[in-house]
């Protein structure tokens, strides 16, 4: 693998979408709109989000925001997906109906970037190498917080503090758009 792809995959892309710093301004210049209307900020709060999948190279991560929440994109690597499988064994709960990726679509994985545990964000790690806290570890989420780490499909390693895996958010694909929210 070359260093320059190496980068890209340690590299993740901090994207809040145009909808939601569209609301966060209108927030800002209309506060009395926002005190008069709450059922319209609601639901600008909960509107979707789309993100332009194609900007998104092999093996890096973008972070969307949603809801207040920040998700996690990955465009998994075809060596993540090979190695997935391999984790089975080693997750609380492996998954399987839900797909090698989680999602609908076989190359990427949409989660919420929150951990189960006690709501700590989790970090990506890509890298196929020992870690600190794994030896043997094939790339995932490790959480700083208390210690636990998740597989790059979010699902929860045996033995750690976070009972559940990573939370799928609701979402669907429109060609290369990814759309996050209750209206996908
Ligand atoms: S909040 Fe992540 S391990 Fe505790």
Redesign the pocket.
Known sequence: MSKKVDQNRRKALHITSGIVGAVTVAGFAVPFLSAWNPSEKAKALGASVEFDLSKLEVGAMAVLEWRRTPIFVVHQTSKALENLPKLDSKVTNPAIEEGITRSENSKYTVLKGV?T????A?KYYPEIEPKAWDQEWLGGFF?P????KFDLAGRVYKG???PTNLEVPPHSFDGDVLIVGDSA
């Open positions: 951990c545990h006690l709501s700590c989790p959480c917080c208390h210690g636990s750690v503090p976070a």
